[in-house]
T-cell receptor, first 110, second 112 residues
C-alpha cells in the first residue's frame, strides 16, 4: 500500500543546516509536499515539488527529490529557533488523496 | 495502539444536499482534533480544530460546521453543499504536546 516514512526527531544547533528525510512508496505521485506544524497551530504548506523535478529552492529551503529511490529531503539553511516545529512529508497518492508521514520534530538549540 | 478512522473514503453528493463526515480516534484520550481541506491545486487549509468536547474553533468562514459530541469523535457537516465544497477532507489528531500527529485516510468529496 501507499506509505510515507520519516524519522521522528532531529536536533540541530542554531545556524547549522537541517536536513529532514522522507521516503514514499507511490511512484505515481504527482506532487510531493512539505508541511510545517508549529505548536498549537495547524499545518502550513512550506513548499512542494512536482514529480518530474529533481530540486527546488525557495529562500532557505531546498527540496531534493530522488525519484528512483523514492526519497525526498528538505534542507533548511541557517536554521533558526523559529524553525522549531514538526515537519510533515506528504505525497499526492494515486487516488488523488494526500498521504502523510508521521512528522519529524525539529528542535533547534541556541 | 493509536489509530484514526475517517469515512467515507469517497463521496459524490448533489448540490444542496447535506453532508456528514465522521472521524474517530482510538488509543488516546483528550486529543486535539483537526479538519483540513485541500482544494484542487492548493495546500491544506485548516477548517476547524477542537481541544475538547464541545470546543470548536473555526479558521475560515464557510458553508461547513464541525461538532465534537464525544472526546474522540469529530464530525464535519453541511446543511446544503455547494459546488465549491468539492475537495479532499482530512481529519487529524495530536496530543497538543508538540510531538507527532496522525492523519485519517481522507475523504474525496465531489459535489455535482
Amino acid at each position: 500500500g501507499e506509505d510515507v516514512e520519516q524519522s521522528l526527531f532531529l536536533s540541530v544547533r542554531e545556524g547549522d543546516s537541517s536536513v529532514i528525510n522522507c521516503t514514499y512508496t507511490d511512484s505515481s505521485s504527482t506532487y510531493l509536499y512539505w508541511y510545517k506544524q508549529e505548536p498549537g497551530a495547524g499545518l502550513q504548506l512550506l513548499t512542494y515539488i512536482f514529480s518530474n523535478m529533481d530540486m527546488k529552492q525557495d529562500q532557505r529551503l531546498t527540496v531534493l527529490l530522488n525519484k528512483k529511490d523514492k526519497h525526498l529531503s528538505l534542507r533548511i539553511a541557517d536554521t533558526q529557533t523559529g524553525d522549531s516545529a514538526i515537519y510533515f512529508c506528504a505525497e499526492g497518492g494515486s487516488q488523488g488523496n494526500l498521504i502523510f508521514g508521521k512528522g519529524t520534530k525539529l528542535s533547534v538549540k541556541p | 495502539s493509536q489509530t484514526i478512522h475517517q469515512w467515507p473514503a469517497t463521496l459524490v453528493q448533489p448540490v444542496g444536499s447535506p453532508l456528514s463526515l465522521e472521524c474517530t480516534v482510538e488509543g488516546t484520550s483528550n486529543p486535539n482534533l483537526y479538519w483540513y481541506r485541500q482544494a484542487a491545486g492548493r495546500g491544506l487549509q485548516l477548517l476547524f480544530y477542537s481541544v475538547g468536547i464541545g470546543q470548536i474553533s473555526s479558521e475560515v468562514p464557510q458553508n461547513l460546521s464541525a461538532s465534537r459530541p464525544q472526546d474522540r469523535q469529530f464530525i464535519l457537516s453541511s446543511k446544503k453543499l455547494l459546488l465549491s465544497d468539492s475537495g479532499f477532507y482530512l481529519c487529524a489528531w495530536d496530543t497538543g504536546t508538540g510531538t507527532e500527529a496522525f492523519f485519517g485516510q481522507g475523504t474525496r468529496l465531489t459535489v455535482v
